[in-house]
């Protein structure tokens, strides 16, 4: 019984040594909440997806400000970062993106896509990165990098 007693005494001081140095070394999630968030918005459903898009990045960025936010695009879903390109109201597409490249949003473009509809990469938002492979990207933003994945 005293052999008990001792053996659950050093057990629990060990524990409670355990959790002050994981605790004064910042071990666990604690050290985490500093770092900012990663988010990839994939976009490749046309003008109303991107708009979709769009405000879910500015309501994203409204309460986690220093988020990091790439918006990687494909299919139809290049189509807003294409000049002259405007919403359903007639309002044009890059003033909301020169908008959030101001906030450090990044936008990325696919170059299969560009290649397979002929679009000139020239007629692509000025602000805009071309990538060899949207879809690519994502799985490399995910992998590597550890982005979450959204979808509006």
């Known amino acids: 019984m005293k052999n008990a007693n001792l053996l659950q005494r050093v057990l629990l001081g060990i524990s409670v040594l355990f959790s ?4 004064a070394s910042g071990g666990g999630t604690a050290g985490k909440s500093a ?18 898009g769009l405000r879910n990045i500015r309501n994203h960025l409204a309460v986690d400000p220093k988020a990091k936010i790439v918006v990687v695009t494909h299919y139809k879903g290049i189509d807003f970062l294409l000049e002259g390109a405007k919403d359903k ?14 906030k450090g949003v990044d936008f990325r473009v696919c170059e299969f896509t560009l290649k397979g509809r002929k679009i000139d990469k020239s007629r692509v938002h000025s602000e805009a990165k071309i990538v060899p492979s949207g879809v690519a990207e994502i799985g490399r933003l995910q992998q590597q990098e550890g982005f979450a994945y959204l979808k509006p």
């Open 20 to 23: 002050a140095v994981a605790c």
């Open 89 to 102: 109201n007639g309002n044009p597409y890059d003033a909301a993106v020169d908008d959030l490249v101001m």
């Open 35 to 52: 770092d900012a968030n990663k988010v990839i918005y994939h976009i490749n459903g046309g003008l109303e997806q991107a708009s979709d």
